[in-house]
């Protein structure tokens, strides 16, 4: 069943930015580390940032120095700033559990385009 929505996508400019959010359902949210994955057309689903219950952050060396991600754990919310976009950013964005992954989402677009 649908335990998250993501929500924040749409088409933007290179350079631009975005922030996406990500509403968990049930009290599993805050005992667990949570992920940003993306995957784009023709490509596996990756991780680009995690964030562990406590605050401690992780991001793939493509975008580390551009996204921050978040979390509100007292509203199972988490959240991902992303800045200085680019093209191959380009890709749908979901957000889940880490490492074992546990939600489901239908996940949003971000386009990156001129």
């Known amino acids: 069943q649908v335990q998250v929505v993501e929500s924040g996508g749409g088409l933007v400019q290179p350079g631009g930015s975005l922030r996406l959010s990500c509403a968990a359902a049930g009290s599993i949210f805050s005992s667990y580390a949570m992920g940003w994955y993306r995957q784009a057309p023709g490509k596996q689903r990756e991780l680009v940032a995690r964030?562990?219950?406590?605050?401690?952050?992780y991001y793939v060396d493509s975008v580390k120095g551009r996204f921050a991600i978040s979390r509100d754990n007292a509203n199972n919310t988490m959240y991902l700033q992303m800045n200085s976009l680019k093209p191959e950013d380009t890709a749908v964005y979901y957000c889940d559990t880490w490492p074992t992954r546990f939600y489901w989402g239908q996940g949003t677009q971000v386009t990156v385009s001129s």
């Open positions: 964030i562990t219950s406590g605050g401690i952050t």
